[in-house]
């Protein structure tokens, strides 16, 4: 038995209700709660009322507020679903960007090892500065607009959260400056790769962002087709 649009219209204001306000996790849990009530009612021949009760129930931990100070910050609050998804994403996030900001250490310290001339050192430093301009622009318009939607996902809750860590960058690493200080080739080459390792957390960690930021944008644009 398919549920009714008002029935599922139902599930969505107790969620609602119960602090989901980003329509992307919104919808997945709609569906999944309105399939297991269909189900149970296609079985065992019960009301609505009854199941719609009982599967609230089953639901009721997994729907009670919860946070993670760690990986999400103090301020992030969501049922305790939405934060056990997004910590695990955090996590992946994050070894994504570790692994990509050593791989760029290592390139570019093989890059800068190999390379002599003053114009080339030069070329690679605009190169950096250009590629982070153009990271932090993205940023900017992309706050801007995720600010903007009416439509509220979780990854635009993210990233509008982490966004301003791409600007705190520019202060810390002399990025707009002089992006390779880190490397001297007087140093030790695991020195080297080092500071290269954290210039290049800063893009990949930057990258990463956006990824989220196109994502949320993904799901808007799909759920204005339905």
């Known amino acids: 038995m398919k549920l009714t649009t008002e029935q599922i219209a139902q599930i969505e204001e107790t969620l609602i209700l119960n602090g ?71 996590k992946r996030q994050h070894i994504k960007i570790s692994i990509s900001a050593l791989t760029f250490g290592f390139v570019l310290v093989f890059i800068l090892s190999n390379t002599s001339g003053k114009q080339t050192f030069e070329a690679i430093n605009l190169a950096l500065k250009g590629t982070y301009i153009i990271l932090i622009v993205c940023t900017i ?36 400056n002089e992006p390779i200080i880190f490397f001297n080739i007087r140093n030790s080459f695991w020195l080297n790769v080092l500071g290269c390792f954290l210039l290049g957390w800063t893009f990949t960690y930057s990258f990463f962002q956006l990824i989220m930021a196109m994502e949320h944008f993904r799901i808007v644009k799909k759920l204005k087709l339905v």
């Open 141 to 176: 318009i992309s706050m801007f607009l995720i600010w903007r939607s009416a439509i509220k996902t979780i990854y635009g809750r993210m990233f509008i959260q982490r966004g301003y860590v791409v600007f705190i960058f520019l202060f810390q690493v002399h990025i707009l």
């Open 20 to 90: 989901l306000i980003y329509e992307d996790i919104k919808l997945e849990i709609t569906d999944h709660i309105a399939s297991e009530i269909e189900e149970i009612m296609n079985r065992e021949d019960i009301s609505f009322d009854i199941v719609y009760k009982s599967v609230f129930e089953k639901w009721e931990n997994a729907l009670a507020i919860s946070s993670s100070s760690t990986w999400l910050g103090v301020f992030f609050k969501a049922p305790k679903f939405v934060i056990d998804k997004f910590v695990t994403y955090s």
